[in-house]
């Protein structure tokens, strides 16, 4: 029988709670459940009025995996939707997740969250500006960590704040809050940087995305600025062997994994460290719901 629990005063089943989803580990459905629960007061603040899309791994990151932006068959009422319009279907709506029952009923479903850069109370205007720092081999995490040191100083140039966070997977995450901005001048900013971090950098970074130009080098991906596109949301499990997190680092510890005698497996964060590092240091990425962290574009 399917477990119902009840959340919020809202009635949830949940289920297939002993099916192992991270192999490596054993972790099953219940502990990933268990893991959003504890995390809910920190995840849920990256997700409020942001349309959400989502990564379905209902069977592990061995199984089928598929994006979708509609919502799931079977959404419940109570879930909130929004209007999204995409040129395919005018009319399209996304799910917004706005409480813990909306998130318990999602992380039901097996998947990784990805939001834009904007809230669906502003559609196309962008409150972060983001840089996805994706290595190629035999580069790694550590080469990206250069990137990010190097970009935050030239972000601080134009008066504008990053804070960074793993991928999840191989790569860095550098989300900066800016001043309510239109996603196109956001990405024309953001595209500018990459190019100038690539002729600063050259045998470091590439912006451009051709598998080609990326052996050894970050690729400075500036495209998930533009208004269509999502990024894996902080604290959010990723599909992987692993039950490894989109994890908010500080500064020190890039640092530390950018020097020589760095370790890039001190971010190689999983799914159970997180809570001590909540404990720690609270959500690192506080600072991008201050509106006085929020710097404008020049």
């Known amino acids: ?38 995390v809910g007061p920190v995840i849920l603040p990256h997700l409020r009025d942001r349309p959400v899309s989502f990564l379905r791994y209902p069977d592990g990151p061995d199984g089928q995996l598929f994006f979708t932006k509609n919502p799931p068959p079977g959404t419940p009422s109570w879930v909130r939707t929004t209007p999204v319009p995409r040129s395919e279907d005018p009319r399209a709506r996304q799910v917004v997740i706005e409480d813990l029952s909306s998130l318990m009923w ?31 081999p035999p580069a790694g995490v550590a080469a ?18 990053a804070f960074a966070k793993t991928s999840g997977s191989k790569g860095l995450h550098l989300l900066v809050p800016v001043e309510p901005t239109p996603s196109r001048d956001v990405s024309a900013y953001a595209k500018r940087l990459a190019v100038e971090a ?22 400075v991906d500036h495209s998930q600025n533009a208004a269509a596109k999502t990024t894996a949301t902080p604290y959010t499990l990723r599909a992987r062997a692993l039950p490894a997190v989109s994890a908010p680092v500080t500064w020190e510890e890039v640092e530390g994994c950018a020097a020589p005698a760095g370790d890039p497996e ?30 404008a574009l020049p």
């Open 1 to 38: 029988m399917t477990p119902i629990t009840e959340v919020e005063g809202r009635r949830l089943a949940l289920s297939n709670l002993d099916k192992v989803l991270h192999p490596l580990t054993g972790t099953t459905k219940g502990e990933v459940l268990h893991y959003y629960a504890t």
């Open 106 to 136: 999602a992380a039901n479903l097996v998947v990784e969250f990805h939001t834009p850069q904007w809230r669906a109370s502003s559609p196309a205007v962008a409150d972060r500006l983001v840089f996805d720092l994706d290595p190629g």
């Open 144 to 161: 990206c960590c250069r990137v990010a040191l190097h970009l935050r100083e030239r972000l601080a140039a134009d008066g504008l704040e």
């Open 198 to 219: 690539e002729a600063e950098l050259p045998g470091l970074v590439t912006h451009r995305m051709a598998k080609a130009l990326r052996p050894g080098k970050v690729f």
């Open 266 to 295: 001190e971010l190689a964060l999983l799914m159970g460290d997180i809570a001590p590092r909540l404990e720690r240091y609270g959500d690192l990425m506080a600072p991008l719901f201050a509106p006085a962290r929020a710097g």
